[in-house]
T-cell receptor, first 114, second 111 residues
Framework: DGGITQSPKYLFRKEGQNVTLSCEQNLNHDAMYWYRQDPGQGLRLIYYSQIVNDFQKGDIAEGYSVSREKKESFPLTVTSAQKNPTAFYLC?????????????FGDGTRLSIL | KQEVTQIPAALSVPEGENLVLNCSFTDSAIYNLQWFRQDPGKGLTSLLLIQSSQREQTSGRLNASLDKSSGRSTLYIAASQPGDSATYLCAVGGSQGNLIFGKGTKLSVKP
């Protein structure tokens, strides 16, 4: 079955620690996105990538970093510079920048502070 | 800066009722508009996508409309069922493919 796999489902971070969230897709999609969701809030864009080896900052990129070395993978690192990392993180992908193509989402990773 | 607002924030209806969820946006220069469903602790499921040149889309009991000039979209759910209980999110698409989301409407359909 084609889809987007996010791991782990739950993640805990200690003070001063960097953690990496995994996002893998087997849909052969060009574009991939990372969103953050806080309780009672809409999703906010962290980073996105339209092609391998290229990515752009979204609205709330500070304290996060990404890489896109392979088409199917778009890992997100939450660095120690992100002072309020507790949130639900969602990865999405899209076939191409065409107006009739919806974004597909993974099941998310919930990050908490120890 | 584009802002998306969804009203109401929460809605509770008896089973079988028809209902309308509202979404408004401040900048009419959108690429498309999407409606998603989110179950607790889960990711988003795409329900309907309306391109900027379209007026409405239908899928089963769901119908979404788009009025770009007034900055509004509605999601109509016919004959609601308890399984429809979820949070419904509206998102407008920009030219880079990024989505700008509203905060959602939490729907509860009571048997």
């Amino acid at each position: 079955d084609g889809g987007i796999t996010q791991s782990p489902k739950y993640l805990f971070r200690k003070e001063g620690q960097n953690v990496t969230l995994s996002c893998e897709q087997n849909l052969n999609h060009d574009a991939m996105y990372w969103y953050r969701q806080d309780p009672g809030q809409g999703l906010r864009l962290i980073y996105y990538s339209q092609i391998v080896n290229d990515f752009q900052k979204g609205d709330i990129a500070e304290g996060y970093s990404v890489s896109r070395e392979k088409k199917e993978s778009f890992p997100l690192t939450v660095t120690s510079a992100q002072k309020n990392p507790t949130a639900f993180y969602l990865c999405a992908s899209q076939p191409a920048l065409l107006p009739h193509q919806p974004q597909h989402f993974g099941d998310g990773t919930r990050l908490s502070i120890l | 800066k584009q802002e998306v607002t969804q009203i109401p924030a929460a809605l509770s209806v008896p089973e079988g009722e028809n209902l309308v969820l509202n979404c408004s946006f401040t900048d009419s220069a959108i690429y498309n508009l999407q409606w998603f469903r989110q179950d607790p602790g889960k990711g988003l499921t795409s329900l309907l996508l309306i391109q900027s040149s379209q007026r409405e889309q239908t899928s089963g009991r769901l119908n979404a409309s788009l009025d770009k000039s007034s900055g509004r979209s509605t999601l109509y759910i016919a004959a609601s069922q308890p399984g429809d209980s979820a949070t419904y999110l509206c998102a407008v698409g920009g030219s880079q493919g990024n989505l700008i989301f509203g905060k959602g409407t939490k729907l509860s359909v009571k048997p």
